[in-house]
């Protein structure tokens, strides 16, 4: 039986894509192979929003093609944001692949393999949690993001779809559900006129074998009291919070378009810490952005050491051709930008170990993925503070469980982004 491979990039809302195709790949009679040595297809679902992601997607391809000439000569199949956004260059430059798939065109890649296409998912993540993508495309332009020009306008998937796709998932076995989407909260405004994000949680919630609903990309320009009273109130949902603030600057927050003012963050941020004084806020910053001068970044650093955020991710900021920020005159050095990013994590390292110490002695709801990275004689899961990829994790020294399984676990130590525990069942 003939093999394929699939290289998933950049984000969860790809990730998806990545498993249509797999879908698809599999409707054609392929068999999935982990091993690209082994592969007569190799499928690269590419990243190109920002210019390391854009890197990432090329030096994947350079090095897959290198299989070209093992003893299955494979085929080189590349598709996803960057195809979408430089396909003419991309022809010239890479004449090792040897199929260009155009962003989500899953029939015309059902046909280069002769079969017909499928819109159905074969996971890529372990089979105890997926992604469920809401929606996709953006209508929110902020000034520094290819997006909204990659993947388009809001486009929401319709209600009765969803609640399908996430029963399917569960009867797969998910037990973590992942909403996605470029932005959660602004879900259903194009099809039904209003935001439905709760309207929507409200009906996953009732599906059985869903124990973790898990919400990213929460836009803070458009949390109501609504959601966080759905997120309180939710035995299932997750009191974890992913809200991209970017930054806190109100000049800044202008420039970027991010449509919110760092009063209306405090605001968010004091109703969640309110309403919910055990809640996980993760939030992302982007720092060398155009204008940002030292006083802005000191204002920035100042936010950050006052709100002590349980998880944070900091980008430096990336010029993009086509996106408003590119043109703008007061671009901040990289290195600047660099030294900026690295000061940050260094801040956060201490805050985030002292928050986990909160949790020594205490027992907490563990979902267990499996053996752990560091040795195969200790088990890793994750409480409700680790999203999947982008936080820490709960390493496991006593006890016994399987990949799947939600357990009680004593946390015993910590260390700066993970916590260590045993099983008591
Ligand atoms: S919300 Fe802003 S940053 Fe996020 S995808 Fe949309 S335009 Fe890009």
Redo the contacts with the bound molecule.
């Keep these: 039986m003939k093999k394929y491979t699939i290289i998933s990039l950049g984000c969860p809302k790809n990730l998806v894509d990545s498993e249509i195709f797999a879908a698809n790949a599999e409707a054609a009679g392929l068999q999935y192979t982990e091993d690209i040595s082994q592969a007569n297809f190799i499928i690269i679902n590419t990243c190109g929003f920002i210019e390391d992601a854009k890197q990432e997607s090329i030096n994947t391809i350079l090095a897959a093609s290198q299989y070209k000439n093992s003893a299955e000569h494979p085929k080189l199949i590349v598709t996803g944001c960057l195809v979408k956004r430089y396909l003419p260059d991309l022809q010239k430059a890479l004449p090792e692949v040897d199929h260009f798939v155009q962003l989500k065109d899953f029939s015309y890649f059902s046909q280069l393999l002769n079969s017909k296409n499928t819109n159905k998912r074969k996971l890529l993540t372990s089979n105890h949690y997926a992604y469920l993508r809401i929606s996709d495309g953006?209508n929110?332009?902020?000034s520094y993001?290819a997006?909204?020009y990659i993947r388009g306008r809001l486009q929401s998937k319709p209600i009765p779809e969803l609640v399908e796709e996430a029963k399917i998932l569960a009867k797969q076995g998910v037990k973590e559900l992942i909403i996605t989407a470029?932005?959660t909260t602004l879900y259903g405004t194009d099809l039904y006129g209003e935001p439905k994000l709760v309207a929507l949680l409200e009906k996953l919630e009732k599906i059985d074998g869903i124990e973790w609903i898990r919400l990213f990309y929460l836009?803070p320009a458009h949390i109501t009291s609504a959601i966080i009273d759905k997120i309180a109130s939710s035995p299932k949902i997750l009191n974890y919070f992913e809200i991209p603030l970017q930054h806190i600057n109100d000049e800044i927050l202008l420039s970027m378009n991010r449509k919110v003012t760092r009063n209306r963050i405090e605001e968010i941020i004091t109703e969640i810490r309110t309403k919910i004084p055990e809640a996980v806020i993760r939030t992302t910053f982007i720092v060398g952005y155009p204008g940002e001068d030292e006083a802005k970044y000191n204002e920035l650093k100042e936010f950050i050491l006052t709100n002590e955020f349980e998880r944070i991710g900091v980008f430096t900021y990336s010029p993009e051709e086509g996106t408003p920020a590119y043109s703008k005159k007061t671009q901040i050095d990289s290195e600047i930008a660099e030294t900026r990013k690295d000061e940050i994590m260094s801040l956060q390292q201490p805050i985030s170990e002292r928050i986990l110490s909160h949790f020594v002695g205490k027992k907490m709801k563990v979902l267990i993925d499996g053996p752990a990275t560091e040795s195969n004689f200790i088990l890793e899961g994750r409480s409700y503070l680790d999203g999947p990829e982008i936080d820490g994790k709960v390493l496991l020294t006593e006890g016994k469980a399987e990949a799947g399984e939600i357990v009680d676990v004593e946390i015993i130590d910590n260390w700066e982004y993970d916590l260590i525990g045993k099983i008591v069942k």
């Design positions: 953006c929110n332009f902020c993001c997006i909204p470029q932005d836009h």
